[in-house]
Structures are given as structure tokens and as C-alpha cells.
């Protein structure tokens, strides 16, 4: 800012950039009423509140419905990203809007080791950079194929194929057996990328497949 005056970000719950009218009317409104100076859909399909002034922060928050703190702390992955898949895309070959709430709501044996980003893709042009991401999901034909350990951060690295030709189903009990494993097996503080460097795939694999 330039008057150097500390003001802050305030991110509503949505993932995947999925809006209703009514939510967007919410949002608009919102906005006027706190003087927002800036909105910004962010890079992880969600919209962030720019500015916020510190004496708004908790009337705003609790407009949202978002809590003080993440109830779950980091029990749950950090956001979900999802492209519209085959509901709207005439290329996706799987339905990724819908996997993609599934894999937000799992619930985990404890708290994550650090933060786990989700990108689904319904189909192989990979719109929502599944490689690129701690779980990434990629529609093909015959199912889901998913990798781990993927991030596109300062050190960036492609996930490792876990599986490929999953169900729905078979996809989330999968995805949540590997974050089961991650969560007891990883230091605090290790992404899912250097834990894979330091474990490698195929001891993920025995551990998690069959
Ligand atoms: S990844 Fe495939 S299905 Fe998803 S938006 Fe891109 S082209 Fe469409």
C-alpha cells in the first residue's frame, strides 16, 4: 500500500471458483459495504478481499461465515482446485467438479504435515496443473490417475504417478489412505514434495496400494 498503513487479506470459503449468483450479489455487496479496494480471483480459483482495514476484520469474517481459526486446523487439504470437467468442457472425460467435493471434505487421522493443494483435471490437457500439485488428479478414459508429491513452488517438482484407471470412489479412498500415510510418516513441515524425494514412490506404493 502505498501509505504503508497494514491492512489485510480475507479470503471467503469457496473452492474450485464455483459461484452462484446469489454468492456473487453477496460478495459485490460486501465489497461496497467495507470499502474493499481490491477483489482478485487468485491463482487457486478463489476470490480474495484486497485491503481490508484491520477494525473490519471480524465483522467482515463473520459475514462470511469464515471462523477465527480453521476448525479443523490442517486435518483437511489446504484448497481445491477443480477445472469443470466433463460437465462443461467438451474435452473432460471425468467429472471433476464432483470429485473435487469429495476430496475437500475428507476427513483425515490428523493434522497434515504442512500444506496439501488439490488440482483435478478432467481430462490430460491438465488445465488445473495436476502434475504441480501435493495430489493431482487427471481424468483419462478409463478413470483417474493420480499423483503425489507434485508443487510448483521455488523448488518445483512432478507429482509421481500413485495410480491410474481409478473409479471415483476408488480415487478418494486412495487419496486419503496416501494423505493417512503422508501425515503419520512425514516431518511437520515437510511438503509432500521432499517427502517423496526423501521416500521415493515405490515405498509410498507398498505402503498404500493393496
Ligand atoms: S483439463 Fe480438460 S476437461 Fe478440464 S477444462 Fe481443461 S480441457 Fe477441459
Known sequence: ME??????????????????????????????????????????????????????MTALRMELNIPETTPHGLHRVHYVQACPGRTWCKYGHQDALSLGERIKNIELEGPLPAKVKVGISGCRFCCCESWMRDVGLTGESKGWRFTFGGNAAGRPRIGDVVAEGLSGDEAVTLVTKTLNYYLHAARFKSRSARFMERYGIEALKKAVLG
Open 3 to 56: 501509505d504503508h498503513r497494514k491492512t489485510y487479506l480475507v479470503l471467503p470459503q469457496y473452492d474450485a471458483g464455483l459461484l452462484s449468483p446469489e454468492q456473487l450479489e453477496q460478495l459485490a455487496a460486501l465489497a461496497r459495504k467495507y470499502r474493499i479496494p481490491q477483489t482478485k480471483i487468485t491463482g487457486a480459483q478463489r476470490v480474495a478481499f484486497l485491503g481490508v482495514d484491520p477494525e473490519d
